[in-house]
Each structure stands twice: as structure tokens, then as C-alpha cells.
DNA sequence: ATGGTCGACTCTCGA
């Protein structure tokens, strides 16, 4: 038996945020860091940085958006970018996946889409399917699957702050969240809800509410779901808030969980 | 709480 952590956090651009990577993973233990929105191309990728840190880096980007990596201190057996499926290949900065043994990761950041009524909405939604299409086509139920990521779904009332008023939001909409429980029904659990089963957690405190923190007025849309085959070796799960006290935070906080594996 | 603030990159978009 060995304790694995895994942290998946969106740092809306590493670059900017390298000071408060390092400052952190000096404090924690963390076997594998997913990071979303990295916001770099690959050939600007602080690479190095990591290295320095004991983490060997899968990263794939573009500039200014999006763009995700995964970190870990052992090497990964076998990776992937993106869906493979042969659709839109803007997955690729979105989506990878890596697996060291038989646990197997995956690591998304899913669009946020802007608007109900709006092009990116449909895209959402599309990418859920994809979602689904690719734990149907590359993994089995069985398996030990770790799926992070910023999910941008809050699931449900206990995830937001004031949810009468999110109703027709992007990542609160009764279709997106049904959409979601949908894609999370081919066989994954809420590690974070079974750990802390109270509402008022946040993984998002937007920077536009002042105070956001200090308030607790936020969104639960950062995620880690694991398979059953997973879940029995499930130690705990929780949210990171303290960097969000840092200076130059991201707009997100970590998110960790642990297993006895 | 969507008014506000960030980050990246041009002055505006995405979140």
C-alpha cells in the first residue's frame, strides 16, 4: 500500500502562477498536478520549472486559451492527447490522459460556453458527448479511472452560491447538469461530495465579486470522479483554499484527493 | 451578485 495524492487545479496561465506552483508543491505532497488553462504553447511550457520540482510534465497548449498538462513524479506508462476520435481537434488543448500502472487519469478542461443561446453552448454539449463516446470506446467500468479537471458544471444546488439566480447560466442550467450526471452515470462517483457531504464548498471564487473568498461566494465546478474500482482505495478529498489567499491567485483553487493504492 | 477583475495580447476577448 502506498498513499498517491492527485491535485487538479485551473491555473489560468502557469506562467503567471509558477510562484505560487512552487511555493505550494514545497508544502504538499502531490503525485500528480492537473493543471487547466495553462494558457502557453508547448515550446514556452515551464518545463524546466517542474523538472526542478521532481515532476516529469505532459502538457499540450495554445496561446492565450485553454491548454492543459499533467505533472507527475513518476513517469506515465501511456498518455494521450485529446479525444483521438477524429472530430474538432480543439480537444486537443482541452483533454489527456496518462495512466501509471493501472491507475488510469484523465485530465479535461471542458468548454465553459459563454451563454445558453449561445455557439459555445452547443459545443459544451458536444464535448460531454465526446466525453462519454471516449470512456465508452478506451476504458472499462472495471478499471481504477481518476477523472479531473474543471468541469465547468456545477452539479447542484449545494455547488453555487445563490442558485435560484443560476438557472439559465452556462454551468448551472438544468441540460448542462443533467447533461453532465449523464456523462458522470457511465461509472463515476463525486469523490469530493462522499468526503464532504455539506454544502458551501467552492472551487471558483470569480474575481469580478469582491471578496469573493472572505464571502464564500463561489462555484464547485472543479472535479475529481472516480470509478468504484477507484473509490475503494479512496482516502479523502478536499479543497485547497489557501492559495486563493496568495498573492496573484488563480480564480480557482486546488483541489486534492488521496488514495491508498 | 455579473456591476466588478484578471491574463494574454492588443484593445478586446474569454472566464
Same mark, same amino acid.
Given at each position: 500500500m502506498a498513499r498517491f495524492t492527485i491535485a487538479?487545479?485551473?491555473?489560468?496561465?502557469?506562467?503567471s502562477r509558477m510562484p505560487i506552483l512552487q511555493k505550494w508543491l514545497s508544502e504538499h505532497h502531490v503525485d500528480a498536478l492537473c493543471l487547466q488553462e495553462t494558457k502557453v504553447v508547448d515550446e514556452a511550457f515551464p518545463e524546466?520549472?517542474?523538472?526542478?520540482?521532481?515532476?516529469?510534465?505532459?502538457?499540450?497548449?495554445?496561446?492565450?486559451?485553454?491548454?492543459?498538462?499533467i505533472l507527475t513524479k513518476e513517469p506515465l506508462d501511456g498518455f494521450a492527447v485529446g479525444f483521438g476520435d477524429g472530430e474538432e481537434p480543439e480537444g486537443e488543448t482541452r483533454l489527456l490522459r496518462g495512466r501509471i500502472g493501472d491507475f488510469c487519469m484523465v485530465n479535461t478542461y471542458i468548454p465553459q460556453g459563454k451563454a445558453i443561446d449561445h455557439a459555445d453552448y452547443v459545443y459544451k454539449h458536444r464535448f460531454l458527448d465526446r466525453m462519454k463516446s471516449l470512456f465508452d470506446r478506451e476504458y472499462l467500468r472495471s478499471e481504477k479511472i481518476v477523472w479531473v479537471g474543471d468541469m465547468n458544471v456545477a452539479p447542484t444546488d449545494m455547488d453555487v452560491t445563490s442558485p435560484?439566480?443560476?438557472?439559465?447560466?452556462?454551468?448551472?442550467?438544468p441540460d448542462i447538469q443533467e447533461h453532465f450526471e449523464d456523462v458522470k452515470s457511465w461509472g463515476?462517483?463525486?469523490?469530493?461530495?462522499?468526503?464532504?457531504?455539506? +454544502?458551501?464548498?467552492? !472551487? /471558483?471564487?470569480?474575481?469580478?465579486?469582491?471578496?469573493?473568498?472572505?464571502?464564500?461566494?463561489?462555484w464547485r465546478i472543479d472535479h475529481v470522479l472516480v470509478t468504484p474500482a477507484l473509490e475503494k482505495h479512496g482516502v479523502d478529498c478536499w479543497i485547497d483554499r489557501e492559495p486563493r489567499s496568495w498573492e496573484k491567485p488563480s480564480d480557482?483553487? +486546488?483541489?486534492?484527493? !488521496? /488514495?491508498?493504492?
Open positions: 487538479t487545479f485551473n491555473v489560468n496561465s502557469v506562467r524546466a520549472d517542474f523538472r526542478d520540482m521532481g515532476y516529469r510534465c505532459l502538457y499540450r497548449g495554445e496561446k492565450s486559451y485553454n491548454g492543459v498538462a435560484e439566480k443560476k438557472r439559465e447560466h452556462p454551468c448551472f442550467a463515476f462517483i463525486d469523490l469530493f461530495r462522499k468526503y464532504r457531504p455539506d +454544502p458551501g464548498e467552492f !472551487s /471558483f471564487f470569480d474575481y469580478r465579486v469582491k471578496n469573493s473568498l472572505e464571502r464564500n461566494i463561489g480557482h483553487t +486546488p483541489v486534492l484527493a !488521496s /488514495f491508498d493504492l
